[in-house]
Every structure is written in structure tokens, then in C-alpha cells.
């Protein structure tokens, strides 16, 4: 996946999603609404969308499958970065966008508490902690996996990376009601932070050094041993002749 933020004053050549298709002028139309499932009991939240938007093909109603919280701890001794790339390879979400959301929320401090109480590396409000069943905010590998989860539902819902980090910051509310990026600064600032971290991370991974290919090293004969008219015992490694 490649992520893709509009951001003014910069320019992001390596984010190949940067001039992805615009929201829907009428996003605002659509409305998300929590169900209990009737078999799992858990909670389930869906797009409406209203029949005449459906009609005028304004709003696509896209469906958001659930996801599962990681049954098994990583090991003890597992870096931050391992967490991270594990997160995002389970939930399928670009690794670098993770990362850039990261260092714009805490810049990786797994103790951070926000003025608004939004917790851990990937600031967790408690809401969204019990929305996606993490129950220590401060433990780095609940608190990523629950941040990536969350990621990955408005990547789902909205099907457009710079939304997403808008409601990431503002909530998906805010960007059904307003269409948009909503018009706070605030989170205009953090879509801004993203998209330049994004674009560093990414031109810092293109830079990378390609490892050289390993050269497949020559094959030589089989040593062969003969015995000459003398009696002596001859070694070699070439083809000969028929005496």
C-alpha cells in the first residue's frame, strides 16, 4: 500500500497515492451506526448510506469486515520495531504509514498521556481502547495492535489514506460530517506531520542499498586418480583421453 497525504507547502513525489480521487463532495450524507451482532454479540459498525446517494452513485457504501485482535503476545524480547512490523503485516497495513503516525503521536514514548487522555505510543482515547478490546494502553504491543487495528477499520471505511489519518486525529465523524479533512487546524497540522514523516520514511527506504547478488561460484570436475605404465599413481581434474 502506498500512503498519500495533501499537504500544503510540501511535496511528496515519492507518495504515489498523493493525487488519489477525491472523497465524495456529499460524504457527509453517510452515516456510521453501531450494532451488537446477533451471533457474536460483539459490536459491529456500518456505513448507511441514504437511498437517493446510492441512486446518484454520490456515496459507495463499502463493507468493513471485523478484525481480530492478535491471540498471542510477541516475545518478551521483542523491539519496538518488531511489534510494529508485526502489527502491520497482520492487519495489512503499509508498515511506514504506522510508523508515521507513530512519531506524529508520541514519537514512539510508550508512556505518553495527551492533554485530551489519549494514551501510549499510538494514543489511545479510552474509548477507542475499549472499542478495540485493549485493556493496558501502555503496554507497547496491545497498544500498537489496537492502533493499527483501528487504522486499518478507517483505511476500510474510508478507502482514502489521508481521510483516514484525518479521522485518526478527528474522528470519523468529523470527516462524514464535513466530506473532508475537517476544517481544524489541529488536525490539518497532523495530516501535514504525516505526510512529511511518510515522505522521508519512504525516500529513506528507496535510498537503501540494493545488496548485491550473489555470484554463483564456478563448478570444477570430480579429482580423478589413474595409474600411468610406471606404477604411479596419477591425480586430476581435467578430461583426458582413452590411452
Not at 463493507?63 to 503476545?73: G, H, K
Amino acid at each position: 500500500m502506498r500512503f498519500c497525504l495533501r499537504c500544503a507547502g510540501i511535496g511528496l513525489a515519492g507518495c504515489a497515492l498523493l493525487h488519489s480521487a477525491s472523497p465524495p463532495e456529499r460524504l457527509h450524507e453517510a452515516s456510521s451506526v453501531v450494532r451488537a451482532d446477533p451471533h457474536s454479540g460483539r459490536l459491529v459498525r456500518t456505513l448507511v448510506v441514504p437511498p437517493h446517494a446510492v441512486r446518484e452513485n454520490v456515496v459507495q457504501a463499502r463493507p468493513v469486515l471485523p478484525v481480530e485482535p492478535s491471540a498471542t503476545p510477541p516475545a518478551k524480547n521483542s523491539s519496538v520495531e518488531q511489534l510494529i512490523e508485526e502489527a502491520a503485516r497482520r492487519h495489512q497495513v503499509d508498515p511506514l504509514l504506522v510508523h508515521s503516525v507513530i512519531q506524529a503521536e508520541s514519537n514512539y514514548n510508550p508512556f505518553a498521556i495527551s492533554y485530551k487522555g489519549a494514551r501510549g505510543m499510538m494514543q489511545l482515547m479510552p474509548s477507542t481502547a475499549r472499542r478495540f478490546a485493549v485493556s493496558n494502553s501502555f503496554n507497547p504491543w496491545q497498544n500498537v495492535d489496537g492502533g493499527v487495528r483501528y487504522l486499518k477499520y478507517l483505511l476500510d471505511l474510508f478507502d482514502s489514506p489521508r481521510l483516514a489519518v484525518a479521522a485518526y486525529n478527528a474522528g470519523e465523524g468529523a470527516v462524514f460530517r464535513y466530506g473532508n479533512i475537517p476544517p481544524y487546524p489541529e488536525t490539518h497540522q497532523y495530516v501535514h506531520r504525516v505526510a512529511t514523516k511518510y515522505g522521508a520514511l519512504e525516500a529513506a527506504r528507496k535510498s537503501e542499498p540494493v545488496p548485491p547478488k550473489l555470484v554463483k561460484p564456478p563448478e570444477h570436475p570430480p579429482i580423478q586418480q589413474t595409474v600411468d605404465a610406471q606404477g604411479r599413481v596419477l591425480y586430476y581434474n581435467y578430461p583426458r583421453s582413452a590411452p
